[in-house]
Structures are given as C-alpha cells and as structure tokens.
C-alpha cells in the first residue's frame, strides 16, 4: 500500500501515526501541495482535491484521512488499537466524524492564520476569523476536555485510533496558539500521546 502524503499535513499524518501503531510498512510518497504538486493531473486521477492523504492499494485509491485510518485497522490483526466490536467501533467513528467535523475545522483557522499566512507571506491574522474560531474550538474543546476528566483515552480504557485522530491537530496547538490554556486533561492526554515512537516518527522533522 501507498501513502501519498505532507510531512507538515496533520491530516496526512493521521494514518502514519495509525500505521506505525499497527504495525503496517506503507510505501510513501511526499506530494509537494505547497508548490501546487496536488493539482498535478496524475495525482488528481487519485484524489480529485488534490488534497493530502490518499492512500493506494492496488486498483484502489481511497482519500479522507479517517477512512484510511480505518481500513488500515480493517488490515491489522492488532485489534486493541481498533477493536472489532460494534460499540467500540461506532465509538471510533464517533470521535473521528467529530473531529472532521468539529475540532478539526477551527483548528484549520488557527493554522492558517497564525502559520500559514505569515509563512506565504499573506499578511496579518485576521481577528474576526480567530474570534469566530475561538468560539467554536473552546466549544469542543470543553467537549473533550470533559470527556478525559473521566476517562485515560477516548475509547474504552486504551489507546485507539480515534485518539491519535484526534491528536493529530494539535500538533500545531503551540505553533497556531490554539486557546488551549487550562484544559489541564486536554493536556495530560495529549502529553501521552507526543510520548508515543509512533508521534515522533511521524514529526515534520523526523
Ligand atoms: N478532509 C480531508 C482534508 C485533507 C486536507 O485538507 N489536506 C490538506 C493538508 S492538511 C491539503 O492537502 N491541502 C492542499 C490543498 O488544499 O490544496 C482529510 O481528512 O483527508
């Protein structure tokens, strides 16, 4: 199987986390979307977004980070990371549907704003878009804050994939200046989570 993907995309880094934990050797490809190699026609066969990741296994090319993260748990015959019950894994989807659709999306402002922009050199953070994202993030963030005071992971009492879905993100919190202050177990859980092999490994920088 073939990861396309950006060492900088958190989205990207999603199944490299997953397929490290799991124990799944993907070949692995950098599309270069900053200098516009996603727009590139062949790669466009594969992913018509042009986006990062996409994942290919033989005849099939299958992009949306948690669907990869979820049918390379399908491949795994670890099932502690992806347990194979019906309410553990609705569990799963769960939190990865809410972090495509709730955590993820103002984070993507803050990225964009207290990142992105300076380094492309398109001006000043916008602060009616940091306001708006505030909103929405300390939302969730109050969501999944409330939801680690009482339990160690997301799902069941052990890591799974949804964790390091949701996990992925925050590996901007610092650099974006996320407005995590005081999500003490936000923090705590996510300080387990950066200590895994399988989160360095999968660093920018690494
Ligand atoms: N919902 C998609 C989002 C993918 C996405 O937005 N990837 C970004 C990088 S983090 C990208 O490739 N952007 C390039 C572009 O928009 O041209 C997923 O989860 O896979």
Do not use: C
């Not at 992913?47 to 290919?56: M, Q, R, Y």
Request: net charge negative; proline share 6%; aromatic share 10%.
């Amino acid at each position: 199987m073939k990861l396309y993907y950006h060492p900088a995309s958190p989205f990207a880094r999603k199944p490299r986390i997953a397929a490290a934990l799991l124990g799944i050797e993907l070949e692995t490809q950098v599309v270069d979307i900053l200098a516009g190699a996603g727009q590139a026609p062949d790669y466009l066969r594969l992913n018509p977004h042009g986006k990062v990741p996409t994942l290919v296994d033989g005849d099939f090319s299958l992009w949306e980070s948690n669907a990869i993260v979820q049918y390379l748990g399908e491949k795994a015959a670890d099932t502690s990371l992806f347990p194979r019950d019906s309410r553990s894994r609705a569990d799963i989807l769960r939190w990865q549907f809410w972090e495509s659709t709730t955590w993820a999306p103002p984070s993507g402002v803050f990225i964009y704003e207290n990142v992105l922009k300076p380094l492309l050199g398109q001006g000043e953070a916008d602060g009616e878009e940091i306001r708006k994202a505030t909103e929405k993030f300390v939302r969730a963030a109050k969501v999944l804050d409330d939801h680690l005071a009482q339990h160690s992971w997301l799902v069941g009492d052990t890591l799974t994939v949804a964790d390091t879905s949701v996990a992925a993100v925050l590996m901007y919190a610092e650099t974006a200046r996320y407005p995590l202050d005081g999500y003490e177990h936000i923090h705590a859980w996510f300080g387990k989570i950066r200590q895994l092999p399988a989160w360095t490994a999968t660093e920018p920088s690494a």
